[in-house]
């Protein structure tokens, strides 16, 4: 227990201490021409400093607001991909996800494998938030799912993981040469915040598949695009330059902020 107490506070204290975006791999500007512009490099700068701010005003550990169950007056809405049609994921929705495995690989000393089942009998948490799309509607309903953070602390996550990346059957774009999947990341502050779940029902039902069955995470203080549906896999890296174009995420590779944060 104490190694894992020593890891949280380690992640509290070094959040705001050489996190730079541009550093992991984020450097989200390429739209702006070339690393020596004025203006890609004021839009870095005011990135990170927009990431920082928000640790330092909110707080690692800050909860989303909650609202009561009247305040829920319509379904969830959709958006995005609503139907993904990767081989493997109709595969497992013709069998009513019975074969699911969410999986948490990379930086950790011990991989896991969980059922859909295993998560449902998890310790679980239900929480009424209001879920705010970058396209400016929002819309308020109830979550219930398995808190991230235990099932990081089983998998112990190694000393020098800066990130946790979200690997999605998502076929977001179909291009002449094949799909590209939605992916996207988050550091470890909000990966271990209580709020964040690995979601399985909303509103008191399953989840459907239009709002990303079997699972989706929620990390409930940023904006929707930073709550990947159709999770499959959580994997824990020390750098985001690898993955898509290196920026963190599916929209972030295509100029939106990594951080995401409301």
């Known amino acids: 227990m104490s190694g894992i107490i020593t890891r949280r506070n380690f992640l509290r204290s070094s959040a705001l201490a050489g996190t730079g975006l541009v550093l992991a791999g984020c450097d ?28 330092a005003l909110i707080g ?7 609202y009561a169950a009247s305040e829920i007056r319509q379904g969830q809405r959709p958006n995005g991909s609503t ?11 013709a069998q009513d996800f019975a074969s699911y495995t969410l999986k948490v690989t990379g930086m950790v000393e011990r991989p896991l494998e969980f059922t859909l089942a295993e998560l449902r009998n998890m310790p679980s948490r239900s929480q009424i938030t209001r879920h705010d799309c970058v396209e400016g509607w929002s819309c308020i309903a109830k979550w219930t799912g398995t808190p991230l953070g235990p099932i990081l602390d089983m998998a ?26 939605y992916y996207e990341s988050s550091d470890l502050v909000d990966a271990y915040h209580p709020q964040t779940l690995l979601s399985y029902g909303l509103n008191d039902q399953v989840l459907p598949v239009a709002n990303g069955a079997p699972v989706r995470l929620r990390i409930e203080r940023a904006l ?12 824990l890296v020390d750098d985001l330059s690898a993955f898509g174009k290196g920026k963190g995420g599916y929209w972030p590779d295509l100029g939106y902020d990594w951080y995401g944060g409301i």
């Open 156 to 181: 112990r996550v190694q000393q020098g993981a800066r990130f946790a990346v979200y690997h999605c059957f998502d076929n977001i774009q179909r291009t002449l040469t094949g799909d590209i999947l």
């Open 83 to 93: 139907d993904p049609t990767t081989p493997e994921y109709m595969f497992l929705r």
């Open 60 to 66: 690692d550990q800050t909860l989303a607001r909650t």
């Open 224 to 235: 929707g695009y930073k709550q990947p549906k159709y999770l499959h896999t959580i994997e």
């Open 28 to 55: 989200q500007f390429d739209f702006l021409g070339s690393r020596d512009s004025p203006v890609r490099q004021a839009m870095e700068r005011a990135n990170v400093l927009t990431y920082r701010a928000q640790r």
